[in-house]
């Protein structure tokens, strides 16, 4: 196949001359022909998804940035803490929803002494002051 340098069209291998829509016309000298790599004719790059000959398309306006606490519910996050605490050795979900109950935000927890941790109603149970000293050692 050849292309002509000028228009990007495909021409005849006969050597006659091709026609462009302005009414001038290129020599065989003018076209090229493509090797197996199918290199562009200018052997310039073209944008993305552009034919030879239209404009090339202007940038989008992007949308503003959202900041990470609009990306994610309040629900979403509370899931996420008693994930966090699940990591903790002997604390199970249920275990977890009670301090996420009782403390909804780490910093809050951080903040809270051994004994405010070990007095977390659990069930028919507290906490414990084992588990306490172990949230605590986590979470200083």
């Known amino acids: 196949m050849v292309l ?66 609009d990306l994610v519910s309040r629900d979403q996050r509370l899931i996420v803490r008693r994930a966090i605490l699940c990591q903790v050795p002997g604390i199970s979900r249920v275990r977890a929803e009670a301090i996420v109950g009782r ?12 004994n405010e941790l070990e007095q977390i109603p659990i069930k028919k149970s507290k906490l414990g002051r084992e588990l306490a000293i172990a949230l605590k050692r986590v979470f200083e």
């Open 4 to 69: 002509c340098r000028k228009c990007g069209a495909s021409v005849e291998h006969d050597g006659g001359e091709h026609e462009h829509k302005d009414g001038d016309t290129a020599s065989p000298a003018v076209a090229t022909a493509l090797s197996k790599s199918k290199a562009t004719p200018d052997a310039t790059p073209r944008s993305r998804g552009n034919q030879v000959g239209e404009p090339s398309q202007t940038p989008r306006e992007r949308r503003p940035r959202t900041e990470p606490s």
């Open 103 to 114: 403390y909804p935000a780490i910093s809050d927890l951080m903040a809270a002494s051994v």
